[in-house]
């Protein structure tokens, strides 16, 4: 069974929906949603078997009555985002039942500014719904810093004319520290008085990783891969895989393979790179 890695963001946000006579103190109470840090850039890790939550902002615009919540998780293909989202405005009957063209979500795969993709939300009967899968090639980084995904969220669909209101979150998907950037982190450090270990040969460091690593992860024939990888103490610190030609779908299966194996103990950094 395919393990299946989530990211969960609790999404609050403003409106500028009136209370009618007809509504209730409770629902009007209702209303009122708890709002996250603004300034905020979420992490999420790729090969994070638990996942995550954060709270994102409230919108700028007024009163809370907006909001969703916006999962992330990993499956083979890419980046799975899945959003649900209410709107009181919409569940008292303010705004219509015409969903379709009052709500959409719009994803950025490498931020404002560059193409968005369009998620319709569809109408449920606890709110909205809409989901959309970023392959990995629509990734631009793997490792460090990552990728940055702006998901926005609107009460309104841009076309209708209408003002809209907004939640926002961004989040860097990344699958860890890079080979090199692990190495230049990790000081070698050496204690006077000490007998130190045994230096160990590359064909030792490396030996975990076989072949079996990239043909379980689907590596073509006509395609090589290029393995870096930083451990010390048995474990992996950083990774950085290149395929070529580009195949970033295989690249992240690798990636989390040599990430999880067992290396040679030492308690001192070391750098190997490996092709196949």
């Known amino acids: 069974m395919r393990a299946r890695l989530v990211l969960i963001f609790l999404v609050s946000c403003g409106g500028t929906a009136a209370t009618t006579p007809t509504q209730s103190a409770a629902a009007a109470n209702a209303q009122v949603h708890t709002c996250g840090n603004g300034d905020t850039t979420h992490a999420y890790d790729l090969h994070d078997p638990d996942g995550d939550e954060a709270l994102v902002p409230c919108s700028k615009s007024g009163a809370r009555d907006y909001s969703g919540i916006v999962h992330i998780e990993t499956i083979p293909e890419g980046v799975h985002i899945t959003i649900n989202a209410t709107d009181d405005e919409v569940d008292m009957g303010a705004l219509g039942s015409d969903v379709k063209n009052r709500d959409a979500v719009i994803v950025y795969p490498k931020g404002p500014g560059s193409k968005a993709i369009e ?158």
């Open 119 to 276: 998620v319709p939300l569809m109408k449920t009967k606890d709110g909205y719904t809409g989901d959309r899968i970023i392959p990995f090639e629509d990734l631009d980084k793997l490792t460090d810093e990552g990728t940055k995904l702006d998901v926005a969220i609107f009460d309104h669909d841009k076309s209708s004319g209408q003002q809209s209101e907004e939640l926002h979150v961004s989040v860097s998907v990344s699958a860890g520290k890079s080979c090199e950037k692990a190495f230049e982190e990790t000081p070698d450090t050496m204690e006077m008085g000490k007998a130190q270990e045994k230096d160990l040969s590359a064909d030792q460091l490396g030996a975990p990783i076989g072949s079996g690593v990239v043909t379980s992860c689907g590596l073509p024939n006509d395609a090589s891969s290029d393995i870096c990888v930083t451990m010390k103490d048995g474990k992996a610190l950083g990774a950085t895989i290149a395929v070529t030609p580009t195949n970033k779908k295989v690249a992240a299966c690798i990636d989390k393979a040599v990430r999880h194996l067992k290396y040679p103990m030492s308690h001192r950094p070391n750098r190997i790179h490996k092709k196949f």
